[in-house]
């Protein structure tokens, strides 16, 4: 079994910023491709970013250029760096994550529980 926890979520005010943490715990012996998905209330989850073990990374076209994702493979850790926030980045910000299992070397895909981000003056 294996554990995505988020952390970072918070409120902050326009124009500010605020790093998400997604850390993964369990038995694996990689993991692959990580991401950072977003529901607004009302509205269906949407890719925000992602970053493939080779660390090639993807954006959406409404968060290029303010958000930045990364990852710590020795801490099984991605990153989703926001800056310039503004009040429509407001949702439930989750992470996933495509690991490769031990001992079977099956691959399975994950999901964190979420973080709340508030962009509110």
């Known amino acids: 079994q294996v554990q995505l926890v988020e952390s970072g979520g918070d409120l902050v005010q326009p124009g500010g910023s605020l790093r998400l943490s997604c850390a993964a715990s369990?038995?694996?012996?990689?993991?692959?491709?990580m991401g950072w998905y977003r529901q607004a209330p009302g509205k269906q989850r949407d890719l925000v970013a992602l970053?493939?073990?080779?660390?090639?990374?993807d954006y959406a076209d409404s968060v290029k250029g303010r958000f930045t994702i990364s990852r710590d493979d020795a801490k099984n850790t991605v990153y989703l760096r926001m800056a310039s926030l503004k009040p429509e980045d407001t949702a439930v910000y989750s992470c996933d994550a495509d690991v490769t299992l031990r001992p079977t070397g099956t691959n399975f895909h994950y999901w964190g529980q979420g973080t709340q981000v508030t962009v509110s003056s």
């Open positions: 369990g038995r694996f012996f990689r993991i692959n491709r």
């Open positions: 970053i493939t073990s080779g660390g090639n990374t």
